[in-house]
């Protein structure tokens, strides 16, 4: 075969294989746009990437590896143009075009891998599910949960916890898979599902409302409690009675959060409502005291002016029980202040003094003074205990010496003579308010002992109006002597009693305005000035 023939047939050969690889790729390149217009779109995680990469690789390779493959054939078999020796063999070529060939196919076919392979991209997952790949590869998975959370939590109006977490993996991705950052953050935000963060208050397990934040449950708590804080007070502790507990929870939506105002309400009533009883037929204080498990003090606390001896009228209504807060506040507050010292009575006994009778004070008793220092407890303001943590005295007290008689009791008849009843500050005197008042008035505190003026009987001790407690004494020669306002009564009508003996305790019962005993001596049936008969 000639030289023309030869090189018009390689020639030939040549454009044939560069016309096929175009066709070829051509025909590549509209079976793809074919499928990806057939075909719906569609996320493709990174195990898909990474095979697909790899799959296209390994097709370049293998086209580029026959393309080199078919060179080498045909320089192995004299098909390359070159030069001939005299025995008409071609040479100088075939190592040359295998070397270039081999480096050429290297290159290329890393050129090829590196492109297909490299990870040029972030693809973001939420609980491993691809959302969508973003070319930011710096960003850090914390920060776009951060972004987003707020996102959704400046939609909602409330702190959410989301149930996703956020992954990201490098990944292989053409230019058209890539999608913006605020796109990202878009899908995510759709994708979240989430509770909101609230605070459940309860109260002795109940549960009272929900608050958004934590914040909200402390500063409504401090209101609640400010209430009862006393102005000057030091106070050292302060806290509910009741288990009043504030828990961070998640609820299913906004809609459950409560306003703090509308919890303040609830939390600041009342458990129970005021108690009326309405008087039936039969019914005295006593019965209805038993009846219900109430106090008699409490009764007469609650109904100012009701007492034993107040008359009951049917359908009368009274106050059983007043309204319980829902909550109760116990305060201790540390309180500094000065008291008296009391001082002690030392007894000497006189045997010429009557046995009974009223002792007499040979020496006046002197209070001393303390600075004290004590831990008050309050409930809703009332105090209900009071310790003393620390005492010190500045004045020691003096103690008083009374004479106690151990003679032999006088006889329970009148002796003829009077004794002032009881110990006291004169107040009023005889034929005062205008010859009105018919005694003399001796001030005391509550309970200060009253002793008969004479020998007598006991003719009446009864209430009486304005006089309440009276103890009215015949001492049987014309006299009598009265003994008014007492707080307690310790003789009946029909007793004996003997001059100085104990028969009531003062008091402020009847029409007083404060504590006293008032003494009256009448002379066959007119008063007169005590003054005149005691001795």
Same mark, same amino acid.
């Given at each position: 075969?000639?030289?023309?023939? *030869?090189?018009?047939?390689?020639?030939?050969?040549?454009?044939?294989?560069?016309?096929?690889?175009?066709?070829? *790729?051509?025909?590549?390149?509209?079976?793809?746009?074919?499928?990806?217009?057939?075909?719906?779109?569609?996320?493709?995680?990174?195990?898909?990437?990474?095979?697909? %990469?790899?799959?296209?690789?390994?097709?370049?390779?293998?086209?580029?590896?026959?393309?080199?493959?078919?060179?080498?054939?045909?320089?192995?078999?004299?098909?390359?143009?070159?030069?001939?020796?005299?025995?008409?063999?071609?040479?100088?070529?075939?190592?040359?075009?295998?070397?270039?060939?081999?480096?050429?196919?290297?290159?290329?076919?890393?050129?090829?891998?590196?492109?297909? =392979?490299?990870?040029?991209?972030?693809?973001?997952?939420?609980?491993? &599910?691809?959302?969508?790949?973003?070319?930011?590869?710096?960003?850090?998975?914390?920060?776009?949960?951060?972004?987003?959370?707020?996102?959704?939590?400046?939609?909602?109006?409330?702190?959410?916890?989301?149930?996703?977490?956020? =992954?990201?993996?490098?990944?292989?991705?053409?230019?058209?898979?890539?999608?913006?950052?605020?796109?990202?953050?878009?899908?995510? !935000?759709?994708? !979240?599902? !989430?509770?909101?963060?609230?605070?459940?208050?309860?109260?002795?397990?109940?549960?009272?409302? =929900?608050?958004?934040?934590?914040?909200?449950? &402390?500063?409504?708590?401090?209101?609640?409690?400010?209430?009862?804080?006393?102005?000057?007070?030091?106070?050292?502790?302060?806290?509910?009675?009741?288990?009043?507990?504030?828990?961070?929870?998640?609820?299913?939506?906004?809609?459950?959060?409560?306003?703090?105002?509308?919890?303040?309400?609830?939390?600041?009533?009342?458990?129970?409502?005021?108690?009326?009883?309405?008087?039936?037929?039969?019914?005295?204080? %006593?019965?209805?005291?038993?009846?219900?498990?109430?106090? +008699?003090?409490?009764?007469?606390?609650?109904?100012?002016?009701?007492?034993?001896?107040?008359?009951?009228?049917?359908?009368?209504?009274?106050?059983?029980?007043?309204?319980?807060?829902?909550?109760?506040?116990?305060?201790?507050?540390?309180?500094? !202040?000065?008291?008296?010292?009391?001082?002690?009575?030392?007894?000497?006994?006189?045997?010429? +003094?009557?046995?009974?009778?009223?002792?007499?004070?040979?020496?006046?008793?002197?209070?001393?003074?303390?600075?004290?220092?004590?831990?008050?407890?309050?409930?809703?303001?009332?105090?209900?205990?009071?310790?003393?943590?620390?005492?010190?005295?500045?004045?020691?007290?003096?103690?008083?010496?009374?004479?106690?008689?151990?003679?032999?009791?006088?006889?329970?008849? %009148?002796?003829?003579?009077?004794?002032?009843?009881?110990?006291?500050?004169?107040?009023?005197?005889?034929?005062?308010?205008?010859?009105?008042?018919?005694?003399?008035?001796?001030?005391?505190?509550?309970?200060?002992?009253?002793?008969?003026?004479?020998?007598?009987?006991?003719?009446?001790?009864?209430?009486?109006?304005?006089?309440?407690?009276?103890?009215?004494?015949?001492?049987?020669?014309?006299?009598? =002597?009265?003994?008014?306002?007492?707080?307690?009564?310790?003789?009946?009508?029909?007793?004996?009693?003997?001059?100085?003996?104990?028969?009531?305790?003062?008091?402020?019962?009847?029409?007083? %305005?404060?504590?006293?005993?008032?003494?009256?001596?009448?002379?066959?049936?007119?008063?007169?000035?005590?003054?005149?008969?005691?001795?």
């Amino acid at each position: 075969m000639s030289k023309r023939n *030869r090189r018009k047939r390689e020639f030939d050969v040549d454009s044939f294989m560069r016309d096929k690889n175009r066709h070829e *790729r051509r025909e590549q390149r509209e079976r793809s746009a074919e499928r990806r217009q057939s075909l719906p779109r569609r996320r493709i995680s990174s195990g898909s990437h990474a095979f697909l %990469s790899a799959a296209k690789a390994l097709l370049l390779f293998a086209a580029v590896s026959l393309v080199g493959l078919y060179g080498m054939i045909l320089t192995f078999f004299k098909k390359l143009p070159g030069k001939t020796n005299l025995r008409g063999n071609r040479t100088g070529f075939r190592l040359p075009v295998i070397a270039a060939g081999s480096v050429i196919l290297v290159t290329v076919l890393f050129a090829v891998i590196f492109s297909f =392979t490299n990870k040029n991209a972030l693809e973001i997952s939420l609980n491993g &599910e691809p959302v969508g790949i973003i070319k930011e590869k710096g960003i850090a998975p914390e920060e776009i949960y951060f972004v987003t959370v707020k996102k959704l939590e400046a939609a909602v109006g409330y702190p959410v916890k989301v149930a996703e977490s956020v =992954t990201v993996a490098k990944v292989h991705a053409s230019k058209s898979d890539i999608i913006s950052l605020e796109q990202l953050y878009a899908q995510i !935000y759709v994708l !979240y599902t !989430y509770r909101v963060e609230a605070v459940r208050i309860t109260v002795d397990g109940e549960v009272k409302g =929900t608050v958004a934040t934590m914040s909200d449950a &402390e500063a409504m708590f401090g209101s609640l409690k400010d209430v009862y804080v006393q102005e000057g007070l030091n106070i050292t502790e302060i806290a509910f009675v009741e288990d009043v507990r504030a828990e961070e929870v998640l609820v299913a939506n906004k809609f459950e959060i409560m306003e703090t105002d509308e919890v303040y309400k609830e939390l600041s009533g009342y458990k129970d409502g005021e108690k009326i009883y309405e008087i039936r037929k039969g019914d005295t204080l %006593s019965k209805i005291c038993a009846d219900f498990g109430i106090n +008699m003090d409490d009764i007469k606390r609650l109904n100012p002016g009701l007492d034993e001896r107040s008359i009951l009228r049917i359908g009368q209504q009274i106050v059983l029980g007043v309204a319980k807060p829902l909550l109760s506040v116990r305060t201790v507050a540390a309180e500094k !202040y000065s008291q008296p010292i009391p001082f002690e009575s030392e007894i000497e006994y006189n045997p010429d +003094m009557y046995k009974g009778a009223a002792p007499k004070i040979r020496k006046q008793g002197v209070n001393g003074q303390e600075d004290v220092v004590a831990e008050v407890t309050r409930i809703n303001g009332e105090e209900t205990e009071r310790e003393i943590v620390e005492r010190t005295t500045t004045l020691e007290p003096v103690s008083e010496i009374k004479e106690v008689g151990t003679g032999q009791t006088p006889p329970k008849q %009148s002796v003829g003579t009077f004794i002032l009843p009881t110990r006291g500050r004169l107040t009023e005197r005889f034929a005062a308010r205008d010859g009105k008042h018919k005694g003399i008035d001796l001030a005391n505190t509550k309970g200060t002992a009253v002793y008969a003026s004479d020998g007598g009987t006991v003719v009446s001790a009864s209430y009486s109006g304005n006089f309440g407690n009276l103890i009215i004494i015949d001492h049987g020669n014309g006299f009598e =002597t009265y003994y008014a306002h007492n707080s307690q009564m310790l003789v009946k009508a029909g007793q004996n009693v003997a001059q100085g003996e104990l028969i009531a305790k003062m008091g402020s019962s009847g029409d007083s %305005s404060g504590s006293h005993l008032h003494f009256e001596i009448h002379r066959n049936g007119v008063a007169a000035n005590p003054y005149n008969f005691i001795n």
